[in-house]
């Protein structure tokens, strides 16, 4: 009888051990799969904190910077992440894109691009140029005139010349090209017109020169625009700048 006692209690003692260690186990396993799935959680990004600046980069910055010469030639982030328009063509896209200032340049992060040109340096350089030197401020229009008829070029039957006088003045410290090529009218229906021929039958048109600072150039240039238009802006395309000045 004793004996059969003493195998029960065994029984019973083995019973509640192995439904301790399944509980232990159950627990052991639910506590450290949460962590694992939290750190393969997918979207993680890797940053890295900058205590120079106070700014972290993360994700491709992070790489991108990583990856192109580091602090020695991107320098410490001086920002953190935004979102900015950029400036309009040729010095930007102007669209807006998410990015990161850094000491010696500006990542941008573009969506439309696969990787790796996803990532891209803004045009820091381009775009201080054109505010520095903005080619409207070089051009004077002196004179306006319409006219059917210039020496032996006759409009167009419906068409008329459009002369301007123009006078460029260089007010930058470079030596710079003006070139009758890079000059056109914007009209009101968005037709571009270029330089018509009849420009050079004039003894006083706009030639192409080099202008060292501070000197001058001025002439005629000829657009031949139907009557049925209007010209509303002269747009010269210069170097990296672009000006649009009304008519």
């Known amino acids: 009888m004793r004996t059969r006692r003493s195998f029960r209690l065994v029984l019973y003692t083995l019973m509640l051990a192995g439904l ?10 639910n506590g450290s799969s949460a962590p694992q799935a939290q750190a393969q959680a997918p979207g993680a990004e890797e940053c890295q904190v900058f205590p120079e600046t106070g700014f972290s980069v993360c994700g491709r ?22 979102e900015e328009q950029q400036a309009f063509p040729p010095a930007g896209d102007g669209k807006i894109h998410k990015v990161q200032y850094f000491q010696r340049a500006r990542f941008e992060y573009h969506y439309e691009n696969a990787y790796p040109n996803d990532v891209l340096l803004g045009l820091l ?27 032996d070029h006759v409009a167009k039957p419906g068409s008329s010349y459009l002369m301007l006088d123009l006078l460029f003045k260089n007010t930058t410290p470079k030596e710079i090209s003006i070139s009758p090529a ?14 018509d021929n009849a420009t050079y039958a004039l003894t006083n048109n706009l030639h ?26 002269l747009v010269v395309d210069y170097f990296v700048a672009k000006a649009t000045i009304g008519l």
């Open 61 to 82: 910055f992070l790489e991108y910077w990583r990856t192109h010469g580091g602090l020695a030639q991107q320098g410490f982030p001086i920002s953190e992440p935004f």
């Open 182 to 195: 890079s000059i056109s009218v914007k009209s009101q229906a968005q037709y571009d017109y270029n330089v």
């Open 208 to 233: 192409f020169a080099r202008l060292l600072p501070g000197e001058t150039l001025g002439g005629f240039l000829v657009f031949e625009i139907p009557n049925s238009d209007r010209a509303t802006s």
């Open 125 to 151: 350089g381009t775009e201080q140029n054109k505010s520095k030197y903005n080619m409207a401020e070089f051009i004077t229009i002196r004179d306006r005139r319409v006219v059917d008829k210039i020496a």
């Open 20 to 29: 301790v260690l399944s509980a232990l186990a159950f627990l052991n396993f």
